[in-house]
């Protein structure tokens, strides 16, 4: 049952699932994850896939699910996208699928990536280059880029300080810089069928999203992985201005609640006129629900 837009009252953009149903924790993605849950001061159990789904299918929250593949850049086994997939596949009424690949895998990866489109549904596609290790526009990405472009599937990509590796001796090898917005940008250009996601207000580069979503018809952010009582006043003022219709809400669960994103963000400045386009609007558009 496809998704109804009238029995929602949001939809997070910005989801991870970070334990499979049928693995174990992995124990190098475990340090990442004690440190994360540090620095969020989030709980740290990680829950599985279908109690999230239960949590978002109670607050009426419809959602973007997605692991991080970093099988390169760390060395830590990824949670199946097809495992994914399929939960979201029996449960569409409230959860669409996203799929991670790592671009150290190439042509490889853009096999998978028909694949998971064709035969199982997914709907967008997660990159993380800090967590990956990747230079967001490195050529060995782009036979990925060119199947999602195809499709005309939305990607998101990391942007800004990671809590990942925060507080980890040297941040746990990963490496801030390749989470600048404007590295994107040639991507935005080479791709312009493809819907870029910029996640997160991308601080400490925050005017360079804003710049490209400004610039780029194909360009938008999510507004995840920051209490709104955080954000810098900027971006209140091009939500509440010329980027109203390019924002939208993400939580970046299980680190930061949705219910408590949403209840700070009412206080946040957005305009009234506007918190509904952020809230729900806005994605339903780029995800083609509406």
């Not at 959860?95 to 790592?102: E, G, R």
């Not at 941040?171 to 040639?186: A, E, H, N, T, Y």
């Not at 971006?235 to 299980?254: C, E, R």
């Amino acid at each position: 049952m496809p998704i109804d837009l009238a029995q929602i009252r949001a939809i997070d953009v910005h989801v991870h699932a970070e334990v499979s149903c049928h693995d174990p924790e992995d124990p190098v993605m475990g340090k990442y994850f004690d440190a994360a849950s540090a620095y969020f001061k989030a709980p740290r159990e990680r829950p599985k896939i279908p109690e999230i789904i239960e949590l978002y299918r109670e607050q009426k929250i419809a959602f973007c699910l997605f692991t991080v593949d970093c099988e390169s850049g760390i060395g830590a086994k990824r949670v199946s996208n097809y495992e994914i997939a399929e939960l979201a596949a029996k449960n569409d009424d409230i959860c669409l699928a996203f799929a991670s690949i790592d671009p150290h895998k190439g042509k490889m990866g853009a096999h998978e990536a028909r694949d998971l489109i064709e035969n199982y549904g997914v709907k967008g596609f997660k990159f993380h280059g800090i967590m990956q290790d990747a230079h967001p526009a490195d050529r060995m990405a782009y036979p990925i880029y060119e199947v999602i472009a195809e499709y005309g599937l939305p990607a998101i990509f990391h942007t800004g300080h990671s809590g990942m590796g925060t507080g980890m001796r040297g941040g746990g090898g990963v490496r801030l810089k390749w989470g600048q917005p404007m590295l994107i940008d040639d991507v935005a250009v080479d791709f312009p069928d493809m819907k870029i996601i910029l996640a997160h207000p991308s601080w400490p580069w925050v005017d360079e999203s804003l710049s490209m979503a400004l610039h780029k018809e194909n360009v938008f952010i999510d507004l995840s992985g920051w209490s709104p009582k955080y954000f810098q006043p900027q971006i209140i003022q091009y939500a509440n201005g010329q980027l109203k219709k390019k924002m939208m809400f993400g939580s970046d669960f299980p680190l930061i609640h949705p219910d408590k994103w949403l209840e700070a963000a009412k206080q946040a400045g957005f305009r009234d006129d506007v918190l509904p386009g952020i809230m729900k609007d806005n994605a339903a558009r780029l995800l083609g629900l509406s």
